[in-house]
């Protein structure tokens, strides 16, 4: 029963139909699958599913939506759930599923439905969860404590100053962050402001914890990589490794070097 109340998500369906279906094994070990739950998508159907997608999620313009389309997708597809990234290899109108990914068996919906999709400055936060683990593997307390406190000071100033306002509202996805961020008079904005501050207070017990210096992302496979004569080539990442790599304000990329990263699922 769980696995057919996927169909219930909070999916936004779309018109978005794979011309080709492609099927690859999922790359396992005695112990673990490493490509569990993880497809591909070609860039012409990323495209066309952000771009539909846009008046429910995005709230972009059309020239955003055509030169920054998402390079993950969380999706539903038939019987099939997971996230699927966007591989320039693959030919136009193509989806490649693993098996990880299928929970059901139908025929019954030949649309793609997006779930959700990876955003530039998607901010992250800590939770009770990852205070836990962060504690148990040696965090100090003291360290929480700070960055609880400039919380705190965040959502105090978010209706007398600019840019604490600006970083709650790209946290919580605000689309007010777009009229705030045009604006340098905060209180033109309040109205908008005060209900998000005032459930902020609310949420404290749970603290949850703006990172202003974070970003919520979405975990992937490296895409596989053949020669000429279609011989599956070894991945640059070794055991253990991954890349970050994320857009910061202005645009340019940033990526994480010799760094521990520390993974965790959430729920």
């Known amino acids: 029963i769980s696995r057919f ?7 936004i369906q779309t018109s978005v139909k794979p011309m080709r279906i492609l099927k690859e ?6 112990t673990a699958n ?3 739950g993880c ?8 495209a066309a599913l952000y771009k539909e997608s846009k008046p429910f999620l995005a709230r972009r313009s059309e020239d955003h939506v055509s030169s920054s389309v998402p390079s993950v997708f969380q999706i539903r597809f038939q019987g099939y759930k997971g996230v699927v990234t966007k591989d320039s290899a693959l030919e ?4 490649l599923l693993r098996p990880s990914m299928k929970k059901f068996v139908t025929d019954s919906f030949p649309h793609v439905c997006l779930c959700d999709y990876s955003r530039p400055y998607n901010i992250g936060h800590l939770n009770r969860q990852f205070i836990t683990l962060l504690s148990g593997l040696g965090v100090p307390d003291e360290a929480f404590i700070q960055i609880q406190q400039e919380h705190f000071g965040l959502v ?7 840019d604490s306002a600006l970083q709650i509202l790209e946290w919580r996805d605000n689309h007010a962050g777009d009229l705030i961020n045009n604006d340098d008079n905060i209180k033109n904005h309040l109205c908008h402001l005060k209900p998000i501050q005032s459930q902020l ?12 210096e974070s970003r919520t992302l979405f975990g992937v496979a490296e ?8 011989y599956r080539q070894p991945g640059v990442l070794q055991y253990g490794e991954c890349l970050v790599r994320v857009t910061m304000k202005g645009g340019h990329k940033l990526s994480l070097q010799n760094q521990k990263v520390v993974v965790s699922k959430n729920p």
């Open 34 to 36: 490493y490509t569990d």
């Open 25 to 30: 094994c999922d790359v396992e070990s005695k």
């Open 223 to 230: 895409p596989p990589k053949f020669d000429r004569s279609g």
């Open 201 to 212: 207070i609310k949420e404290s017990p749970k603290l949850k914890i703006l990172i202003p």
């Open 39 to 46: 497809g591909r998508i070609s860039p012409d159907l990323a």
């Open 92 to 95: 136009n109108g193509t989806i």
């Open 5 to 11: 109340s996927l169909l219930l998500s909070n999916i």
């Open 156 to 162: 105090k100033n978010m209706t007398s100053d600019h």
